[in-house]
């Protein structure tokens, strides 16, 4: 059965594909997640942007354009991007927003910094008041300082779990830039842009799922409609 957020992230992914063709990129970033799949299965219907290049935030949505003949390009060889697309897992009213659900952050941060505009797909389950209200922080760390980070975070007051998987693998969840995640609860409110400063300053970070400033547009779906909220127009 289709769930009214699954109906919402079709319309989201629906209104990207449109504005995503309309800006038409010679090379388009793409992240990953249930949105950024939704959005590729249109985009492959749709069978545009055959010229343009891609680059993309995980392995696994490099396979999918690549599967489609779509042109992807490894990010090594890449100094800028055009448009980047992806979702997030939550949004406050500066669109500022959390990432990492599907523990891709690290590349989803790299391509969309080298992007000249950025939007993000979400469903109307995804904005927050205050970040943090429904999801952890992702924290990448490389494998070697896990334990070090791991206690610095527990000393520093912050609430940590290492990502576990699910199934299909037993044992930690290991990125595609072949990091272990720390989902890391603050005990109070906080500041994105500090946090994510204080974080990346423990040598082993090596990316947080806190992206402040960096989109320029979201579209948010709901079952019946979307919305497009643009930073210092909201
Ligand atoms: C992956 C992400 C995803 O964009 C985020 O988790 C949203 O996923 P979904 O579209 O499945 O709700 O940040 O690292």
Redesign the pocket.
Known sequence: MTSSIDVA?YKAAEEAVKRILNLRPRILGV??????DIFLDLLVKRRELVDAKFVCASLYTAQRLAESGFNVMQLSTVDGVDVYI????EVDRELNMI???????TL?KIIAYASNYRIYMVDYTKLVNRLGEKHAIPVEVLPEALNIVYKRLREMGFEATIRFAKSGKYGYVISDTRGVIIDVRPSQEFNARELAQTLKSIPGVVETGLFVDMADEVIVGYPDRVEVLRKNRI
């Open positions: 992230k992240g990953t997640g249930s949105t950024v992806d979702g997030a897992d990432k990492g659900g599907g523990g891709a952050s989803e």
